[in-house]
């Protein structure tokens, strides 16, 4: 990933055996901010893998548009799908904008919700109100955008259930308390990029299967100096 003054930046998207429909996104608008998105596109083989295509080209579009907000970046993907997929599919998401201060801004649509790792390793679930994109005309108070401030040496961790649900075989999920301890231990490593590998082996010796696209975004700020 490209670097962000201040902060630290882990991505990894590790398609599935078969043609999955994860989507990664991250990006520098013309404002100075960041955005980065982590979806899942309902189904597999090439109609998910197309329809992410479709949804990371409306995102890239979107991320271009000097003004836009969330708000009106998540009802325009939401209205685009819908004339989209039809009633072939629907896509989950989480988006976040950030600035250089850590002042960020998060929106849910159907998606697990983000990971905060603060000091110490302590990790919360950060889950805003919001249903999947292109299944229904959009109401008022479908999206809820939670704004905050990521602190110096403290994670935001995005990621698809790709991971979370990965399953062994006698049929147990790996489960995002597992997930949430990994983190935790890793925090301490200071390195987002170490955490993210360590987070994949860890995934991977526990289900060798890979039925479903796995992938994970860390944004991490540094300390301050």
């Known amino acids: 990933p490209p670097p962000v003054p201040g902060f ?21 608008r013309p404002s100075g901010r960041w955005i980065a998105a982590v979806g899942d596109v309902s189904g597999k083989g090439l109609a998910a893998a ?14 271009q548009s ?6 009106d970046i998540i009802h325009g993907l939401d209205e685009t799908l819908r004339h989209l ?9 989480i988006l976040v904008e950030w600035d250089e201060s850590g002042a960020y801004r998060l929106a849910r649509a159907g998606h697990p919700g983000a990971l905060m790792v603060e000091e110490r390793g302590e990790t919360k679930e950060l889950v805003p109100r ?15 955008i939670l704004e905050g401030s990521l602190p110096p040496k403290a994670w935001l961790v995005l990621y698809s259930d790709g991971l979370s649900e990965a399953m062994d075989k006698g049929g147990e999920l790996y489960g995002l308390q597992r997930m949430r301890d990994q983190l935790r231990k890793l925090w301490a490593t200071g390195s987002v990029r170490a955490a993210c590998e360590a987070v994949f082996r860890d995934v991977a010796s526990f289900d060798a299967q890979n039925r479903d696209d796995r992938t994970l975004f860390i944004l991490g700020r540094e300390a301050a100096s």
Do not use: C, H, I
């Open 8 to 28: 630290q930046m882990a991505l990894r998207l590790e398609p599935a055996l078969e043609t999955g429909g994860d989507l990664l996104f991250v990006k520098k």
């Open 66 to 71: 000097e003004d836009r907000p969330l708000e």
């Open 50 to 63: 197309l329809y992410m295509a479709q949804a990371t080209a409306l995102l890239e579009q979107a991320a």
């Open 130 to 144: 919001g249903r999947g994109l292109g299944l229904r005309p959009a109401g008022p108070k479908d999206w809820e």
């Open 85 to 93: 997929l039809g009633s072939n599919g629907f896509l989950t998401l």
